[in-house]
């Protein structure tokens, strides 16, 4: 397939795996990226010696096709991780939970291809104006850190809004949801839940199952009340948290400290005591298989279950955008 985004990152299909703080290693991101996806190695609280070696794990495995990885904004090293990927020729880099404004001008002079994940349009066109090369238009179906707005709503208004690439994320588990983000507008998905269960992914098998037998209002929302939104889950660890959050006399630290080491306890297989982070599309999430079975499922199935041709909408979505930005320069 050829959309923008395929074109812009060098990849064979428009399916880019969603960074998963503490989970998307370098034998996650290499297996995507060979299987002709982008893969992306998560950075979020990670040492700068571990994204070094994840870095060239994902390089061995992918060997000529690209890689990326994703600064956590909120992270406290997110400068020196920002560093690191240009240092590193990384081939893209995803951002998540904040703005990467100032990180933007070293990445574009290293080489690096710039796609910020966004959770408005007014973030979107920022984004536009300071060079990012795509943006990741993430709705609140999606797991982890999430903005407001749901996919459906968020990725037509992020596409009238700039005229970069638009990739959608949040919910998309399957061909349905990838045929529905190309007919909103999307030249390609961000998927991340879906990947959680597949062979080279190294969470517990317990985590795993989890996610496997999820129902579609089996995760929550933790942590609004911090202005940090999170979905996961549902578990002991999220309903004790949901608790706390709600008495109004539970201090800030005593949440903090319910969050310290949770990320960690369930991808070691603590499926009680940590937070299990997933979209709500763990509901449509049913098979183990390979990322490159993944990814060859998907991309079958969102032209046939979609019942769209899925390359007619990327070129209409392109031209599209070609249009509008001729009217903006009055060229029209
Ligand atoms: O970043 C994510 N998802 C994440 S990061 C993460 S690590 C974590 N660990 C423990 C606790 C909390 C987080 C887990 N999941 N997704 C991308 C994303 N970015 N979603 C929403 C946003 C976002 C929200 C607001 C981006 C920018 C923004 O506003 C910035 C601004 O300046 O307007």
Known sequence: MHTRVTELLGIRVPVIQGAMARIADGKLAGSVSAAGGLGIVACGGAPLSWIEEQVRIAREIAGEAPIGANVMLMDPQAA????????????????????????????????????????????????????????????????????????????????????????????????????????LGAEGVQVGTRFLTVEECCIADAYKQRVLKAKDSDTVVTGRGSGHPVRGLKNKWARAMRKLEASSDTPAEQLEGMYAGSLRRAVEGDVDGGSMMAGQSAALVHARKTAACAIADLMADAQVRGGLDLQQLADANAERAGRAACALEGRE
């Open 80 to 183: 020196e991780v920002a560093e690191l990927l240009a240092e590193l020729r990384i081939d893209v880099v995803t951002t998540g939970a904040g703005s990467p404004a100032n990180f933007m001008a070293a990445w574009k002079e290293a080489g690096v291809k710039v796609v910020p994940v966004v959770a408005s349009s007014a973030l979107a066109q920022r984004m536009e104006r300071l060079g990012a090369d795509a943006v990741v238009a993430e709705g609140c179906e999606a797991g982890g850190h999430i903005g407001e707005l749901a996919t459906m709503a968020l990725v037509p208004s992020v596409c009238d809004a700039v005229n970069i690439p638009v990739i959608a994320a949040g919910g998309i588990a399957d061909g349905r949801g990838m045929a529905a983000a190309f007919a």
